[in-house]
């Protein structure tokens, strides 16, 4: 298997997209209020920029500038998904190794990632972001408010 190297640049822009496991599953918007919880608790304690995001049912898309001596993204990434699943029950059927490592099997392991290498880039993967509730066909009374 490839090993995939993540660009780690110290008050970098990097362009996310996070999905549940399970991909039918709505948790996302269903627990809308707990995920702003847990996002607005790892913003305080590491404050990164919060260029653009939307949060879709079963995945989450974000915009994220890194402040000038933090390149750590993964970290905040992973914190945001801890902080929610600890309020989120566990996933039926889960696997030995993920109950060896207190998963909750909510979250796809892996994630993508794009660093933003200009203010077009940027501007493309911020007009992703907006339009991807249309692209997904949803409702914006099933799609939480996208920020820019």
Partial sequence: MARYRRNFIAGGTFFFTVKLADPKSSLLVEHIDLLRAAYVNVQKQYPFET???????????????????DADYSLLRRLIKTKFSAYSPHTKNLSAGKQRRNERGIW???????????????????????????????????TESCKK
Avoid: G
């Avoid at 949060?55 to 890194?66: C, E, G, M, Q, S």
């Avoid at 796809?108 to 007009?127: I, P």
């Fill in 51 to 69: 260029v653009a995001v939307c949060v879709l049912p079963n995945h989450i898309h974000a915009i994220w500038t890194l402040p000038p001596d």
């Fill in 108 to 142: 796809q392991r892996h994630f993508y990632e794009h660093t933003v290498r200009d203010e077009t880039d940027l501007q493309h993967r911020a007009d992703y972001i907006h339009s991807n509730p249309i692209k997904q066909k949803m409702s914006r009374a099933k």
